[in-house]
């Protein structure tokens, strides 16, 4: 065992047994590498990687590899899921050297962290034009004795550029109808409109983007903006990126048609596609929307969910196959015409292989296939469909199952609950929101400490301990933005409390000068560069998050501080939304909800009422972007509120229960007709 033996992180315990003497990212660690004037070896991953697996097999099992870099380096494994903080400094001088970037990464540093060669996967032999891991290991090993000054030289230069790339578009103005309109048309030209989604191969869910597009379709009336985001779920959702036995997407396609994916399965995506198809059901009324985002919520709950109550990171995509005992991508996944009429029998075999596209040529490896539903596919009665899909998925239980990563990251957790309590409101699912208050639960009682007047938010727990590493700024977002839905869903103040709570930290850990934000707290570990990125990545920015979480929270309060602290961050969203809409899809969509108002809902009356629930189940189904809902007793004449700001001197009409919409600072006439409500929440036309 090495020095990862103690340590929480299930990647890291991963590699525990390793022969390289790996450390954990410490002071010790530099210190070390210090003392021994080698240079550090970082390599950064995660537990659902799969080329991370690949290389670990390959060089870091290997003995002859791990004796020579225990020799010449200090050899420093980090998990990037538990230190983005890490990982983005690094990752941003990897593709600035390179042109791109991935997992593994591998970044050489000197004793004083500063990076001087950079790569991602080595393969033990060369290939395809890339040096085998030795002869890198080899190579770096020559220059830092034979050049040292070389090295020196190199390293400060990489920081100082680092340095120079210091944002500042808190004084930006505010994003307008025509800066979002400028976004829609850099879509619609990136737009595939075969296929769906945006770009090319591999092909990544978009998920902040199409809600940024339901957003825009609901302010503006825009169809196109509809049509692409209604076109790209329905195609991810017929494709093999989405299981089609038990839910849940996988992270890309590999190819343009979304049919064979890279088969991690991880909770941000999951939370954030959950909640874009209860959305788009919300504005269309689509069964396949309705169908996918309960699944998915589903599959969160059935897989993902731990035994303290919170969501676990991910699913490998690895898993043994039974037939090699190998450990191979997509091995739970896959399917044969033989292996489905094994299971169902000759008939019905042959009715699941038309009806799932598995053909004798296969779609994916060795004569395989990704289960998807091809158009043209066969008719089949639903009953009959539901009775296969039950017997696959009993079979697909006996196979071995891929390894799951059980730590709880704040910042996706927060996502999960949003996207669970909608669900749970939409969909007339009690038990959903029930899994999101459980999850709040552990977010407050283990990663949120105000011990000694420190407050703050620990990014990562496990069996119910919180991890040694601070939140950074998404996870303050998203958790905020959580709590902010769950307040809405359940009418509890406390969590409308408990946001408050976490945006304050934003304004007092997180905010420049400026406005912009930063991806660390003032206090935060020095890295070589306080990272800053306000680009969407895999799940919101955290730049945007908290954006949307000070907006939510201002229109709930009426606060000053918490709107222009929003406005002055959502400046970045005027500088790149023109320019880089698929990367900043989350701001587009906080900026649609910022164009709109966003709206105040509040609704009262007693909570055995049926009326006062139907008119709050109105309100939430409301497609105006980014709308906050109260709802509570009515207001006291005295001006008193409760727990909801929203609800002071609101009252009851005619002894009715009753719904207040306000925007801009004007208030609609108060309702009982939740039908008239629903008016007042609908699209407003330009």
């Not at 008119?615 to 109260?630: D, E, F, I, Q």
């Amino acid at each position: 065992m090495n020095r990862l033996a103690g340590v929480t992180s299930p990647y890291l315990l991963q590699h525990a047994d390793n022969p390289v003497d790996w450390w954990p990212w410490t002071p010790e660690a530099f210190e070390e590498a210090h003392r021994r004037n080698v240079p550090v070896l970082l390599s950064v991953g995660y537990s659902a990687c799969h080329w991370c697996h690949v290389m670990a097999h390959e060089s870091f099992e290997d003995e002859l590899s791990a004796a020579y870099m225990n020799e010449h380096f200090v050899n420093i494994k980090v998990d990037r899921e538990e230190r983005p903080d890490i990982d983005a400094v690094y990752m941003e001088a990897v593709q600035a050297a390179t042109g791109q970037g991935g997992w593994p990464m591998t970044v050489f540093m000197t004793p004083e962290a500063e990076p001087f060669y950079f790569g991602t996967y080595f393969p033990p032999e060369p290939r395809h034009g890339s040096p085998s891991f030795m002869q890198v290991l080899e190579g770096v090993r020559s220059a830092w004795v034979g050049r040292p000054e070389e090295v020196a030289d190199v390293a400060q230069r990489i920081v100082r550029d680092l340095a120079g790339r210091q944002l500042d578009y808190g004084k930006a103005g505010l994003p307008g109808g025509e800066e979002l309109a400028r976004a829609l048309l850099g879509l619609t030209r990136e737009y595939d409109a075969t296929r769906g989604g945006f770009g090319g191969a591999p092909k990544f869910p978009p998920s902040m983007v199409l809600e940024f597009l339901l957003r825009h379709h609901a302010r503006t009336g825009s169809e196109g903006a509809l049509q692409m985001a209604a076109d790209t779920c329905e195609a991810m959702a017929r494709g093999g990126i989405f299981d089609q036995l038990g839910g849940g997407f996988a992270r890309y396609s590999v190819d343009r048609e979304w049919v064979v994916p890279h088969f991690e399965k991880m909770l941000y995506d999951n939370a954030l596609l959950c909640r874009v198809y209860a959305h788009l059901w919300r504005a269309t009324g689509s069964d396949l929307a309705r169908r996918v985002a309960l699944e998915t919520a589903d599959f969160m709950v059935r897989e993902l969910r731990t035994g303290e109550g919170g969501f676990a990171s991910a699913l490998d995509a690895d898993s043994e196959d039974p037939l090699s005992g190998k450990h191979v991508e997509g091995a739970y996944y896959a399917w044969t015409p033989g292996g489905l009429a094994e299971v169902l029998g000759e008939a019905d075999g042959e009715l699941a292989a038309a009806y799932f596209g598995v053909t004798d040529e296969g779609t994916f490896e060795h004569g395989t296939s990704v289960l998807q539903l091809p158009a043209g596919g066969p008719a089949i009665d639903a009953g009959k469909v539901a009775e296969i899909r039950e017997r696959l998925l009993a079979a697909r239980a006996r196979r071995p199952a891929p390894g799951r990563d059980d730590k709880i990251v704040a910042a996706w957790n927060g996502l999960a609950i949003a996207a669970l309590a909608e669900c749970g409101a939409f969909f007339d699912r009690p038990d959903l929101v029930d899994r999101a208050t459980e999850a709040a639960d552990l977010l407050v009682r283990v990663h949120l400490d105000v011990a000694a007047g420190r407050a703050r938010l620990a990014r990562t727990s496990r069996d119910g301990k919180a991890g040694a590493n601070a939140g950074v700024l998404e996870d303050y977002g998203d958790v905020a933005e959580g709590f902010l839905t769950l307040a809405a869903v359940t009418g509890e103040g406390v969590w409308l409390e408990f946001a408050g709570f976490l945006v304050d930290l934003v304004l007092d850990l997180f905010t420049a000068e400026d406005g912009s934000l930063y991806d660390t707290a003032h206090d935060a570990e020095q890295l070589i560069r306080r990272p800053q990125d306000p680009t969407d990545t895999a799940a919101p920015s955290g730049w945007t998050a908290a954006a949307g979480a000070l907006l939510a929270y201002a229109a709930h309060t009426g606060s000053r501080a918490h709107r222009t602290a929003a406005e002055r961050a959502l400046g970045v969203v005027q500088a790149l939304g023109p320019r880089a809409p698929r990367f900043i899809g989350h701001g587009l969509a906080v900026a649609e909800a910022l164009l709109d108002g966003p709206r105040e809902v509040a609704v009262v009356g007693h909570p055995e009422d049926p009326a006062r629930a139907e008119l709050h189940r109105t309100a939430l189904l409301g497609t105006a972007p980014g709308a906050v809902v109260a709802v509570g007793l009515p207001g006291a004449e005295d001006g008193s509120a409760g727990e909801f700001p929203l609800l002071a001197e609101r009252t009851l009409v005619r002894d009715l229960p009753a719904a207040y919409v306000c925007r801009h600072f004007v208030c609609a006439r108060p309702t009982t007709d939740p039908v008239e409500l629903a008016e007042q929440l609908g699209t407003v036309r330009p």
